[in-house]
């Protein structure tokens, strides 16, 4: 089972709105990420935690807060976020850090109004 | 840092035809490739992968083949099906970088019935 749960699948939110996305795996994988993707461009990294620890942030801006509150959580915190940033986000997760695929939970479609 | 090339853009072949996507890589380094599928609206999904120290794989009517001397690995697809339309992306990982993915930037194939 590669399954990864995201949540909400959809969001709209104005700028000054606070609002979280949510990531969830249950195969024990122990490295979890965050990914933008805009229509027709690759996904974009953005976070890695690796053993539930905070290991790359490419230098994504504050108004992003990830947050890793156990093995098989991972959630996206969002405040004051531009109508750029409206995009789909992946979170993914993989058996451990190093030299091992990442499986894709389905997304959340964001969009800032 | 690693720069992960792919070509062509968009594809365009007749069902029953094969389909070839190429892509090129710079850092030495890199041992994994793994090969995605991005169907309209959907999450990446992991259709094949290969590691360095492999020259060829197969699964049904996909394979992968790598050259490491030249840094390049394609994705060959044969017997196409209309089911086959979809983005495709390359990347590239390694073992010295964590398991930091660099993206292709997208084929975009079509499979006319």
């Known amino acids: 089972d590669t399954e990864v749960t995201q949540t909400p699948k959809h969001l709209v939110m104005g700028m000054t709105n606070k609002k979280s996305l949510k990531c969830e795996q249950h195969?024990?994988?122990?490295?979890m990420y965050w990914y933008k993707q805009k229509a027709k461009k690759p996904p974009e990294l953005m976070f890695v935690?690796?053993?539930?620890?905070?290991?790359i942030n490419e230098s994504v801006p504050s108004r992003f807060s990830p947050e890793c509150p156990n093995s098989s959580l991972l959630n996206l915190h969002l405040h004051a976020l531009q109508p750029e940033d409206s995009a789909l986000y992946l979170c993914?997760?993989?058996?451990?850090?190093?030299?091992?695929?990442?499986?894709f939970g389905e997304g959340s479609w964001l969009t800032v109004v | 840092g690693e720069n992960v090339e792919q070509h062509p853009s968009t594809l365009s072949v007749q069902e029953g035809d094969s389909a070839v996507i190429k892509c090129t890589y710079s850092?030495?380094?890199?041992?994994?490739f793994p090969w995605y599928k991005q169907e309209l609206g959907k999450r990446p999904q992991l259709i094949i992968d290969?590691?360095?120290?492999?020259g060829e794989k197969k699964d049904q009517r996909i394979a992968v083949t790598l050259n490491k001397t030249a840094k390049h690995f394609s994705l060959h697809i044969t017997e196409t099906q209309p089911e086959d339309s979809a983005v495709y992306f390359c990347?590239?990982?390694?073992?010295?970088?964590?398991?930091?993915?660099?993206f292709g930037t997208g084929t975009s194939l079509t499979v006319i019935p």
């Open positions: 993914a997760s993989s058996p451990q850090e190093s030299g091992n695929t990442i499986y």
């Open positions: 195969m024990g994988h122990r490295a």
């Open positions: 935690y690796s053993y539930e620890k905070l290991s």
């Open positions: 850092d030495s380094a890199s041992n994994y």
């Open positions: 290969i590691r360095s120290n492999v």
């Open positions: 990347a590239a990982s390694s073992y010295t970088r964590g398991n930091q993915f660099y």
